[in-house]
């Protein structure tokens, strides 16, 4: 599988679906380029689950530090529109996400789950029927993209199914490449806002090891 990191995210449109009921079409490259926004676009395998929860949870209560940070969220899933408006009207207490306001896709044709190579699916060739079926689930791995304004990808993660995300992990990022966008400075491991970047030549890396 090919990464996505350097390269434009790829150019297809997918149902969504938002807390009125609504459903509409999102492009996430377009949502980057034509609002000169950043964004964090994370999948999860299934609506109605157990870890899903609770990262749909977490990134709405990080909601205002992404858009501090000039940053649409947009969460996905294969599941239909309406699954996803069914689990959007069900109480947090019984496991549901009412109270997520940012725009669910739901990929059901899969088109852009399996242009970013992120489905839990193998083909397999029966040689006795001669005829091709799908071993795994057929869902997303917890992938997350992260886009600039350009659209292009400046970072991709893909966690197992029973692994859930460190939203922090991903405010971090962006701050990182906002950084590098406005400064032209590249920032060394553990780096957060406010601490010391590097210049990126021999020199540059020798002053901050000497420092650090």
Avoid at 43 to 59: I, N, R, S
Avoid at 137 to 160: C, K, M, P, Q, S
Wanted: aromatic content about 10%; some cysteine.
């Amino acid at each position: 599988m090919a990464t996505a990191v350097g390269k434009k995210f790829p150019n297809i449109a997918v149902n969504a679906m938002n807390e009125m009921g609504d459903t509409f079409q999102i492009n996430v490259l377009e949502e980057a380029v034509n609002n000169k926004k950043k964004v964090l676009l994370f999948w999860y395998p299934k609506d109605f689950t157990f870890v899903c929860p609770t990262e749909l949870h977490a990134f709405q209560a990080a909601l205002p530090e992404f858009e501090k940070r000039n940053t649409v969220v947009i969460g996905a899933s294969v599941d239909s529109a309406e699954v996803h408006f069914a689990w959007l009207s069900t109480a947090k207490d019984n496991g549901g996400i009412e109270g997520i306001t940012y725009p669910l896709l739901a990929d059901t044709n899969r088109n852009l789950s399996e242009a970013l190579g992120i489905l839990d699916a193998t083909e397999v060739f029966d040689e006795e029927s001669q005829s091709f079926s799908k071993e795994g689930d057929d869902v997303t791995y917890r992938a997350t993209y992260l886009i600039d304004e350009e659209g292009t990808v400046f970072h991709e993660g893909v966690n197992h199914m029973p692994v859930g995300r460190n939203v922090n992990e991903f405010l971090r990022l962006i701050d990182a490449y906002a950084h590098v966008q406005s400064h032209g400075e590249v920032c060394p491991a553990n780096w957060e806002e406010g601490k010391e970047a590097m210049q990126a030549n021999a020199k540059g890396t020798a002053a901050y090891l000497a420092k650090n």
